[in-house]
């Protein structure tokens, strides 16, 4: 779905730079399962009732973004981004306001709604687990990081973002409602003692593949990888003890060619069915408060919105005034 990435040098940029037209609407995202989820929930119904093209891009680039933006050569109109790294971008100027007169936020969940941006879906980082690979499996972010109880691999996300560090502080005993400002001292010091036994994923599909082969039989996963995965025929086993919630949301870049069509395609992505849609297609939550009546029953209980007991919500101000300075310990602490 997504990870952290490298600049892109803008001299690249300006070599494939196409200009968007007038009768196409340009929609960037993280590619794989939850962009085909997205075009055909949003895309294809947009198309639909406006005649107007959507075309595909992506993977989601930040130092591209930030380019086009600098460089006044913005392609992209609509550009799905980390919940953090819009508000980050909001207040570096490098996204429009959203025209919240077009877009109805009265039905959006406020905890994924700024100035700059709302949400696309949001997430939950579980304990996943191929029952079939191991005798037992953890129940919570402690037992993930007990090597002695649960010995063999676990797999985490790369990339610095909201969840691995949570769920460090977590399994040391920090209280959920103590957790901010982070403490990376203890954070990293708790990681330390698993280092060794943790592979690494970069995309929700590798994530699967780990926990399917076994070669990582449990780990943090995004819920909806594993909801796939149980679908897939692998008994896969999930753990919502202290889920942690992040989210996608919905950018438009400063300078977007078509502004308004934009602000029109973001009204309709999160408007009640195509939330609903994607719900469906993804194993993702909708942001959109009326989308649930219109799920079934058996869809519903799987999406992190109905797994509120425990849940842990990832600070997305905390992280969008801090991500540079944790990400820069972050990788300097995995590149030893």
């Known amino acids: 779905m997504k990870h952290t990435i490298a600049f892109t040098a803008l001299a690249a940029i300006m070599a494939v730079a196409i200009p968007a037209k007038a009768e196409t609407l340009v929609f960037s ?12 929930a949003w895309a294809n119904s947009y ?14 680039d930040y130092g591209k973004l930030k380019a086009m933006v600098e460089a006044n050569q913005v392609t992209w109109d609509v550009v799905d981004v980390e919940g953090d790294y819009a508000a980050q971008a909001g207040k570096n100027g490098l996204l429009e306001k959203l025209d919240f007169s077009v877009i109805d936020k009265s039905k959006l969940d406020p905890r994924f709604v700024t100035d700059y941006s709302v949400g696309s879906f949001y997430y939950s980082f579980v304990i996943g687990c191929n029952a079939d690979a191991v005798a037992a499996c953890p129940k919570t972010w402690a037992d993930l990081f007990d090597t002695a109880k649960f010995p063999g691999k676990r797999t985490f996300y790369k990339w610095s973002a909201p969840g691995v560090i949570e769920a460090a502080l977590l399994a040391d005993g920090v209280a959920a409602d103590k957790l901010y400002p982070l403490d990376l001292d203890r954070a990293f010091k708790k990681l330390d003692t698993i280092k060794s036994e943790i592979i690494w994923w970069s995309g929700g599909a590798q994530s699967q593949q780990l926990l399917a082969s076994a070669e990582a039989p449990f780990g943090s996963l995004w819920n909806g990888r594993m909801t796939a995965l149980a679908k897939s025929g ?33 009204a309709l992505a999160t408007s009640a069915e195509p939330q609903a ?30 797994q509120t007991a425990s849940q842990v919500n990832a600070d997305m101000s905390y992280w969008a005034e801090n991500r540079d300075a944790i990400g820069e310990r972050w990788y300097a602490w995995q590149a030893k």
């Open 29 to 40: 995202s993280w590619g794989g399962t939850t962009q085909d989820a997205q075009k055909a």
């Open 234 to 266: 692998v008994n896969a086993e999930t753990s919502w003890e202290q889920n942690i919630t992040a989210a996608d949301s919905l950018v438009v870049p400063k300078g977007a060619p078509n502004l308004e069509a934009a602000m029109k395609f973001i």
């Open 277 to 306: 849609a994607l719900a469906k297609a993804t194993g993702y939550a909708p942001i959109n408060l009326e989308s649930a009546k219109l799920m079934d029953a058996e869809t519903a209980k799987t999406l992190p919105d109905q």
């Open 47 to 60: 198309t639909e009732k406006t005649g107007l093209q959507v075309v595909q891009d992506g993977p989601t």
